[in-house]
């Protein structure tokens, strides 16, 4: 089966430096995104990786593995405002996107 | 601003009362997506459109039903909701099918609560 895997919850203290670990096992590659999603509102996209290595952007920076079938998603100067789930999403050889349950983020003053 | 609109925010529905629920878009995307989201649980597929072309996913069950009468607009019809159909239902777009990012743009979602 295909499988994300997400920690359930996470928490930091604002301004700080945190990473979310995602590890995924599907059926083929194509892609895996970061969405945020503050709750009851819907996922709003964050990044995307296809190759392996970093990408950056502004205070929000996503890592990808394709050999170790894992991503990271590093948040920098950490603000209130970053609380939310953040949802790490892989597409399969089908281009279906396979979602994890999210990782609840909560930043501490 | 280009967009993808759903409508109502906020839908009450009674237990085996049909509901329809909306999606517009702006963006001139080709595919549409309708997802089912539960508390702290992933968005779960139901249904997407490339185009025309209609694909249900093998585990959405039959009482929910969808139309995309244009390329902007999709309606998802749920035809008895039961108690366990209350959940977030988003919309998305995408412009293809999977090449390149081909990211999914999501509406702000509507809220079912079946009493």
Redesign the interface.
């Known amino acids: 089966g295909q499988n994300?895997d997400q920690p359930?919850e996470m928490t930091a203290t604002e301004g700080a430096i945190v990473q979310i670990n995602c590890t995924y096992q599907t059926s083929g590659f194509?892609?895996l995104?970061w969405y945020q999603q503050h709750a009851?509102?819907?996922?709003?996209?964050l990044s995307?990786n296809?190759l392996d290595g970093l990408e950056e952007k502004g205070r929000f920076s996503s890592f990808l593995s394709r050999s170790k079938g894992y991503s990271y998603l590093l948040l920098k100067e950490l603000q209130m405002k970053d609380s939310a789930?953040y949802?790490c999403a892989v597409?399969d050889s089908n281009?279906?996107?396979i979602?994890?349950?999210?990782t609840?983020l909560i930043i501490k003053p | 601003d280009a967009m993808v609109i759903q409508n109502p925010r906020y839908q009450v529905t009674q237990f085996g009362k049909p509901v329809t629920l909306s999606c517009s878009q702006t963006l001139n995307h080709n595919v549409m997506y309708w997802y089912q989201q539960k508390s702290s649980q992933a968005p779960k597929l139901l249904f997407h459109y490339y185009d025309k072309d209609f694909n249900n996913e093998a585990d959405t069950p039959d009482n929910f039903q969808s139309r995309r009468p244009n390329t902007s607009f999709c309606f998802l019809d749920i035809r008895s909701p039961g108690l366990g159909d209350a959940a977030m239902y988003l919309c998305a777009t995408s412009t293809t099918a999977g090449t390149g990012p081909d990211t999914q743009y999501f509406g702000p979602g509507t809220r079912l609560t079946v009493l």
């Open positions: 994300i359930t194509n892609g995104f009851g509102e819907a996922p709003t996209f995307y296809v789930s949802l597409r281009y279906q996107l979602w994890g349950a999210g609840k």
